[in-house]
């Protein structure tokens, strides 16, 4: 029920490419006969009674250092800092501001905690707040791994990467 959409359209691609309709729906055929690794744990994955046996979760593929990552200019402020930090992240793929970080920026402006948002690739004009809180560092994208040890909070929209 919940990919009778999904389903529908896999199903018109595959007419398109002269093959019969799916008997076991997209998620269903893309997992292996033999073995399937996913990347997340399973309290991550929506309750399923007909998860195949071959489905292995192995826990979350974690990015390692961005060897050419260079911190913003506000990055030793933030190391320096103590009040806490908060992470808004939009991600990458619901990338709308007004849905989550206008409002999270809007609602910790007067707290005092350190608020470093990012856009999930998006450019940071495109937030359209101006004047930026002051409490705020806004970037387009922040390497998780370098951000997220100095994080007290997190804010997200639960996309996968986020999450």
């Known amino acids: 029920m919940l990919f009778r959409d999904v389903d529908a359209y896999y199903d018109r691609v595959r007419a398109d490419v002269g093959l019969a309709p799916s008997r076991a729906g997209l998620l269903n055929d893309a997992v292996s006969a033999h073995l399937y690794l996913q990347g997340t744990t399973q309290l991550f994955e929506y309750p399923r009674s007909d998860l195949p046996p071959q489905v292995h979760f192995i826990?979350?593929?974690l990015p390692g250092p961005t060897p050419d990552f260079v911190p913003p200019a506000w990055w030793e402020e933030m190391l320096e800092e103590r009040r806490s930090i908060v992470h808004v992240t939009q991600g990458t793929a619901a990338t709308e501001a007004e849905q989550l970080l206008v409002p999270t920026l809007g609602a910790l402006?007067?707290?005092d905690v350190l608020v470093v948002a990012t856009t999930g690739g998006k450019p940071v004009e495109s937030v359209g707040l101006d004047p930026l809180?002051?409490?705020?560092?806004l970037e387009s994208f922040v390497p998780h791994h370098h951000l997220l040890p100095h994080v007290d909070a997190m804010v997200t929209n639960g996309?996968?990467?986020g999450v």
């Open 59 to 61: 826990g979350p593929f």
């Open 159 to 161: 996309g996968y990467g």
């Open 109 to 111: 402006a007067d707290e």
């Open 133 to 137: 809180p002051a409490n705020a560092r």
